[in-house]
Nanobody, 119 residues
């Protein structure tokens, strides 16, 4: 089994910063990609940022403000969020595409962490 454990959410003021972390553990042969999605109340879940061995992709709404990075030795992905806006308020979910020992790539989700941007 694979687990994704997130940390780092909370309350920030507009213009402030937060950093999210997500560590993967368990039966992992290879992490193909790791990243972040978010879901605001009444809205569908949307991609925020995702990174693989070859590139990183960001939602247009966060480009230039958020940075997604990975520590491969720790199987951990980070999301540095700067210049936060109230519209960034959402539950943020870690996501990973992982190849386990039995060879079938599976899609895994973290439990979600709340980010609230408010003055």
């Amino acid at each position: 089994q694979v687990q994704l454990v997130e940390s780092g959410g909370g309350l920030a003021q507009p213009g402030g910063s937060l950093r999210l972390s997500c560590a993967a553990s368990g039966s992992i042969v290879r992490i193909n990609s790791m990243g972040w999605y978010r879901q605001a109340p009444g809205k569908p879940r949307e991609l925020v940022a995702i990174t693989s061995s070859s590139n990183s992709n960001y939602a247009d709404s966060v480009k230039g403000r958020f940075t997604c990075s990975r520590d491969n030795a720790r199987n951990t992905v980070y999301l540095q969020m700067n210049s936060l806006k109230p519209e960034d308020t959402a539950v943020y979910y870690c996501n990973a595409l992982i190849t386990p020992p039995w060879g079938t790539v599976n899609n895994y989700w973290g439990q979600g962490t709340q980010v609230t941007v408010s003055s």
